[in-house]
Structure formats: C-alpha cells, structure tokens
C-alpha cells in the first residue's frame, strides 16, 4: 500500500505566478488534510476535507488560497498570486474512516523568489 | 493559530544516553500523538495516546498522557545515532477527524 503521494516535491514560483500542489492520500483513504510549515517551526492545520467536502477552512488564509479534492484524482492545494511569504513546506495528510491517526506525505517546498 | 508548549527546543546528547520532551497546553486535548521528522520529509507517527494517564511504549520510546490532559511527555532511552530528527508534539481537541494542533518541535542531536 503506497504511502501518501505530494508532487512536486519542491516548487518554484515568481511572484505573482499561481503554484499548484498536489496530494494523492493513501488508497481508501477519503479524508484529506493541508498544513503549512515554516522554517523552525510546527506544521500548522490549512483545511481538511472530505471527497468534494471541505469540513473545516479555518486555518486557510482568506485570499489567494484554495483547496479541493474531487470525486476522482488527488486534492489540489492552489496559491494565487504568490508573495515570497507564502514560502514553506506545504504537507498532506490523509486517514481513513473510522481512524484518527493521519499519514503524512513528504511534502512540496515551496519556494517565492 | 494555537500552538502546543513543547520544550526543550533543542538538546544535544552522548549516544546512549536517555532523552526527555514534553508539551504543555493551556486547553485539553483527548489525543496526544508524537512525531518525528527527518530533514525534507513529512513527519511519521511515533506513538498515539488516546486516554488520560495512558503511559504507552513503543521500543524505546515511552509517552504518557497527562492526568489533566494538558500535558504529555516523550522519553527516548540509550539513545542512538539514528535517533536525530526533530520530535513534533501534537494534540486533537476531539479525536476522530479532526485537525492536529503541534508544538514548535525538539531538534536533537546525538553525538555518538
């Protein structure tokens, strides 16, 4: 059973540019959460969604950011109009019904010039 | 957004030696979970406590769920090379799913 999928691993925008990362969970996985992690600190919670659900936005920026996860293929985490601050490590995690435990994937580093 | 207390933020130990981390929090958390992460990965579960006082090991790896349930701690014994990585508190308010709350990591080092 693969692990859970994030490509690309690493990322490269302009300023202004839209990046697009994307996150395939484990299989028979239907929850999927983002979060975002900065140099020397602790990953912290985006969005989680379910199969074209999104439960719980709170932790995504108003502006700019949008996440989803369609019937069919991987979530997809969009940044609009990137500004070097939205550089980071993006992380995906998923978990199935019924469980708690969330798997992480590897992460895409996102990098602004 | 809400951060777990997690102390020390870095140590640097004699392999084998034993190593102690803890995370605090001013609200309860039903789940306590600790992770490890190793330089341009995701983090990996280590261990997953899901009652109060819930002492639980995992070879040698031992956690425990605070009595309060705002507090756990992760003991690492005879400490080896392969043990460096930073160490990730996290906490679920609910449990089920729901999103992690984590703390700001423990980086170690382990001189060997």
């Known amino acids: 059973n693969a692990g859970v999928m994030q490509n690309p691993r690493h990322l490269v925008r302009r300023r202004g540019q839209e990046a697009r990362l994307r996150c395939s969970p484990m299989?028979?996985?239907?929850?999927v959460y983002w979060y975002r992690q900065l140099p020397e600190e602790g990953l912290k919670f985006m969005v989680y969604l379910q199969k074209e659900n999104i439960i719980d936005e709170s932790g995504m920026p108003k502006e700019r950011f949008s996440a989803e996860f369609p019937k069919e293929g991987p979530s997809i985490l969009r940044i609009q109009q990137v500004v070097r601050g939205d550089s980071a490590a993006y992380f995906c995690?998923?978990?199935?019904?019924?469980?708690?435990?969330?798997?992480f994937g590897p992460g895409t580093r996102l990098t602004v010039l | 957004g809400q951060q777990l207390n997690q102390s020390p933020q870095s140590m640097f130990i004699q392999e084998g030696e034993d190593v102690s981390m803890n995370c605090t929090s001013s609200s309860i958390f039903n789940t306590w979970l600790w992770y490890k992460q190793d330089p341009g990965e995701g983090p990996v579960l280590l261990i997953a406590?899901?009652?109060?006082?819930e002492l639980t090991s995992n070879g040698r790896l031992t956690a425990q769920f605070g009595i309060t349930r705002k507090d756990s701690f992760l003991n690492i014994s005879a400490s080896i090379p392969s043990d460096v990585g930073i160490y990730f508190c996290a906490g679920q308010r609910q449990g089920g799913s729901e999103k992690l709350v984590f703390g700001k990591g423990t980086k170690l080092t382990v001189n060997p």
């Open positions: 995690a998923s978990s199935p019904d019924l469980e708690d435990t969330q798997y």
């Open positions: 299989k028979g996985h239907s929850h």
């Open positions: 406590l899901y009652k109060a006082g």
